[in-house]
């Protein structure tokens, strides 16, 4: 099991000084592991993973997803993930904090505005055309050399590129197909407002009812307009927030069953223990013996 003390990286660190920003090769990474995977953990800053020619796989709070030529992954703070590459894998990762977007003068709600980022178990990663792929190469070529330059207003530069960098990446998504300009707005947005509200409240608010009576619609509406969008009802969206910050806590805390299921909501233990069950296949003491192999 990863050591708890080194597996959640409280500050962003390049060559043993704080960063609020940091750009590197997978090349430089994988030469820095000697070629071996790294062990699951978390950050509390922005990560993102352009795979140029790399292969293997990218786990992400305990989803598996391939990792292939020219597709980019976009993590969120507080999400776990490891890295599992073939050998001689190419691309980008970049590392930034909230503080550095205030800094470059880029608003708190411009990363919650675009469609990369996610809180929970939803992260795919955005596949790139050829076409994309060579609009975006000259501004991770651009943010490398200004990180490693270190001349004046460096980091100016490295956050007017990483804001077009982002801007083009939120322009390839496409989750609200509808011809219907009004309805696509209004979906994302009970869509977004939900997800922030169950972000806050999951651990006090297990039914679709409080979420519903908060955004003043009804639980079917809501139901069907999460459904028709993410591909899943808002009670299991709800559920798989509560199942993946319990395995997230068996990781990375001490604690037991029955303070995690106090901790998320549940004052019963043995409710608890049944609600992880039915939801992962296994009682939660399997589930952390396997992450302990």
Same mark, same amino acid.
């Given at each position: ?16 000084? @704080?960063? @609020? ?105 955005? @596949? ?166």
């Amino acid at each position: 099991m990863p050591d708890k003390n080194k597996i959640y990286n409280l500050d962003l660190i390049y060559d043993d000084t @704080p960063m @609020p920003f940091v750009i590197k090769t997978m090349e430089e990474i994988d030469k820095q592991l000697g070629g071996i995977a790294d062990n699951p953990h978390r950050h509390n800053y922005y990560t993102v993973i352009w795979s140029l020619k790399a292969t293997g796989k990218h786990i992400i709070d305990f989803r598996e997803y391939p990792i292939l030529p020219n597709h980019v992954f976009f993590v969120s703070p507080g999400q776990v993930h490891q890295i599992i590459t073939d050998v001689n894998p190419t691309g980008y990762v970049i590392l930034f904090t909230s503080e550095f977007l205030e800094r470059n003068s880029i608003r708190k709600d411009f990363i919650s505005n675009l469609k990369l980022f996610k809180s929970s178990d939803e992260t795919p990663p955005l @596949p790139l055309t050829d076409k994309m792929a060579d609009t975006l190469k000259p501004f991770t070529d651009k943010m490398l050399t200004a990180f490693h330059s270190k001349t004046d207003m460096f980091f100016d530069i490295i956050g007017a590129y990483l804001k077009l960098f982002l801007i083009e990446c939120n322009g390839q998504c496409s989750l609200f197909r509808d011809s219907n300009t009004q309805t696509i707005e209004v979906g994302k947005t009970l869509v977004n407002n939900f997800k922030t509200l169950v972000e806050k409240n999951y651990s006090r608010w297990h039914q679709v009812k409080y979420y519903a009576d908060t955004l003043n619609v009804t639980p079917n509406y809501l139901n069907e307009v999460i459904r028709s969008t993410i591909k899943i009802s808002a009670k299991d969206y709800i559920q798989n927030r509560l199942i993946l910050e319990a395995k997230r806590m068996v990781i990375f805390t001490e604690r037991s069953g029955k303070e995690i299921g106090f901790e998320l909501g549940f004052e019963d233990p043995s409710h608890f223990s049944k609600f992880f069950k039915t939801n992962t296949g296994q009682p939660l003491q399997n589930f952390k013996d396997t992450i302990a192999q």
